[in-house]
Antibody, heavy 123, light 109 residues
Framework: EVQLLESGGGLVQPGRSLRLSCAAS????????MAWIRQAPGKGLEWVSG????????YYTDAVKGRFTVSRDNAKNTLYLQMDNLRAEDTALYYC????????????????WGQGTMVAVSS | QSVLTQPRSVSGSPGQSVTISCIGT?????????ASWYQHRPGKAPKLVIY???KRPSGVPDRFSGSKSGNTASLTISGLQAEDEADYYC?????????FGGGTKVTVL
């Protein structure tokens, strides 16, 4: 059974940093492109970042470019999102998600999702 | 990066059909056959119900169907059931990014 467990969320002041982690199990992590998707309170889903199965290709939505960095450790079956210079508008529930297909450069079809970790940015 | 356009809400009685539209552009839905749909119930993780415009993942009832015409993708739920009440989001690839719609709340009357 595929399991994705996010951690690292919390309350942080504007301008500070957080690092989210997503521990994966139940599938061959190194074969799957992964993504971070967020949902702000009362809002819809927003794709934040994606990373290829090998980690060489990384993609970001315009709103986080230059502030967020996605990475993965295939030996540890873990996905990361380093979030720097956080803003109030980054407040959201952050999900990690696994692509449906294997060996993709960018994940576009998300068949498995974690339960999310909440990030709140406020002074 | 733009958001795909969905109606805020649709409703129907049990047994009826509802269709949700998702309007994109020639840079996303109109070019790529990667339109997908997610069911999102409160407190739960989103669930993929349609991918590649019309394909259903294993375990998704055939009451769910998808289609595309030009820059618009659509999700139809036939034989509406109480358990179908949820938020539904469309999504599409858009050249090095992924777009989601604003979401549609489906209410079963």
């Amino acid at each position: 059974e595929v399991q994705l467990l996010e951690s690292g969320g919390g309350l942080v002041q504007p301008g500070r940093s957080l690092r989210l982690s997503c521990a994966a199990s139940g599938f061959t992590f190194s074969s799957s492109a992964m993504a971070w998707i967020r949902q702000a309170p009362g809002k819809g889903l927003e794709w934040v970042s994606g990373i290829s199965y090998g980690g060489d290709n990384k993609y970001y939505t315009d709103a986080v470019k230059g502030r967020f960095t996605v990475s993965r450790d295939n030996a540890k079956n873990t996905l990361y999102l380093q979030m720097d210079n956080l803003r109030a508008e980054d407040t959201a529930l952050y999900y990690c998600a696994k692509d449906l297909r294997t060996f993709q450069v960018i994940g576009v079809l998300f068949e498995s999702w974690g339960q999310g970790t909440m990030v709140a940015v406020s002074s | 990066q733009s958001v795909l356009t969905q109606p805020r809400s649709v409703s129907g009685s049990p047994g009826q059909s509802v269709t949700i539209s998702c309007i994109g552009t020639s840079r996303d839905i109109g070019t790529y056959d990667y339109a997908s749909w997610y069911q999102h119930r409160p407190g739960k993780a989103p669930k993929l119900v349609i991918y590649d415009v019309f394909k259903r993942p294993s375990g998704v009832p055939d009451r769910f169907s998808g289609s595309k015409s030009g820059n618009t993708a659509s999700l139809t739920i036939s034989g509406l059931q109480a358990e179908d009440e949820a938020d539904y989001y469309c999504s599409s690839y858009a050249t090095t990014s992924v777009l989601f719609g604003g979401g549609t709340k489906v209410t079963v009357l």
